[in-house]
């Protein structure tokens, strides 16, 4: 069995409470992967609870997200208005983003399952830690094999060197979010800043977010995509159930009539950051044959480059990432 480690929780009832209450609290020393956390802030607990009982961090406090005030998801003339702390669950059937964004409900709907999408907020989905089968694993089951660079080590297993780590950023909404030009709005001793999902994360599996440490992620900001739009979320996991994805594809696109006018693709759990499909446009201002959809297909296979990070054979995923690009676009073909 796993027991958790000692820690003590705090619960502020106030979004600037939370970040002072970071910084008394000790909040984190060091850089990269040798970062000491004497506080970390807890949502949904999903992702970072088994973290520490596999004793990936070992803060002394949790600053504890759940009392927070919530004010849902409402929608202005531009935008649609995530408070950080929403659900999944809430997320996923939530009738203004199944009307503006539904591949968004669709991401959220597969994310793991029931009971991890009831307690799994958004904010802590978009700020997901990086993933690898070499360190989301027990402390006995790293030592034995070897420590790897994120972890207490100066070893990449994955790609057999000392310089970096290509865990895999593996949050299912933030391919989505990303196609859909959103952005986060963070709160910090200094005030709030906006950043856009396209500048948040870096080619780092151990240092993956471009964020000041303790700032607190308040708002998911997602532009309203308007008419003509159609959207789609594809996955690719072991078991439907409950699994993480081996592979995700976010597809955005905006038509009139049969003509495609936008098309915006984006390839999750593929690397340490979700990844656009470039060169896009000479597809777009005529109908989409079956070429136009074959040629981009290919374009998106050539463009995934999956690697050991994550379980499954990297030419079978990248393979799918084609299939999922050819099934996803006859769809919103229609
Ligand atoms: C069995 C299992 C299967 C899973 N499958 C999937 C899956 O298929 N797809 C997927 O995307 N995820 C999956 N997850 C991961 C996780 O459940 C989700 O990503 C979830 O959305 C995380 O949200 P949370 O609120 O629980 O985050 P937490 O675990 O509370 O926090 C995650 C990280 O974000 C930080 N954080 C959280 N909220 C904020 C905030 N507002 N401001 C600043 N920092 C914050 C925390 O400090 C922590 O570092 C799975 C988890 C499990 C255990
Ligand atoms: S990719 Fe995996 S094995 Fe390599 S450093 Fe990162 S976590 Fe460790």
Known sequence: M??????????????????????????????GPNVDW????????????????HKLFSPKHLVNLTGLPKTGIVETDTHLV????????????????????????????LVAGPQIRNMGTIGGNVLLDTRCLYYNQSAFWRKALGRCLKAEGDWC????????????????????????????????????R???????????????????????????????????????Y??????????????????????????????????????????PIKKLDRFLGGELTDERIDAIAELVRKGTRPNEAVQGDVAWRRMMSGVFTRRALQELRG
């Open 38 to 53: 004497s506080a970390m802030y807890v949502a949904g607990g999903t992702d970072l609870l088994p973290n520490l009982k």
């Open 157 to 192: 297993h994955v790609i057999g060197g000392p310089k970096t780590c290509v865990a895999a950023q593996s949050s299912d909404t933030v391919p989505v979010l990303l196609g859909l030009d959103a952005s986060i709005v963070l709160l910090s001793p200094g005030g709030e």
């Open 82 to 109: 995530i408070d950080g702390q929403t659900k999944l669950s809430a997320l996923a059937r939530n009738p203004l983003v199944r009307e503006h964004a539904p591949h968004l409900a669709q991401a959220a709907s």
């Open 234 to 275: 594809k996955k690719l996991r072991v078991r439907d159930s409950i699994d993480f994805p081996q592979l995700g594809l976010a597809v955005s696109s905006r038509w009139d009539g049969t003509a495609l006018l936008a098309l915006d693709i984006v390839v999750g759990a593929a690397g340490p950051t979700p990844k």
């Open 194 to 232: 906006e950043l856009g999902l396209r500048d948040l994360y870096r080619f780092n599996g151990f240092d993956h977010l471009k964020l000041e440490r303790g700032e607190l992620l308040t708002e998911v900001r997602v532009p309203k995509p308007g008419p003509g739009f159609r959207g789609v």
């Open 2 to 31: 796993l027991r958790m480690p000692p820690f003590r929780v705090h619960n502020p009832k106030t979004n600037a409470d939370a970040v002072a209450m970071w910084n008394e609290l000790g909040g984190a020393q060091g850089d």
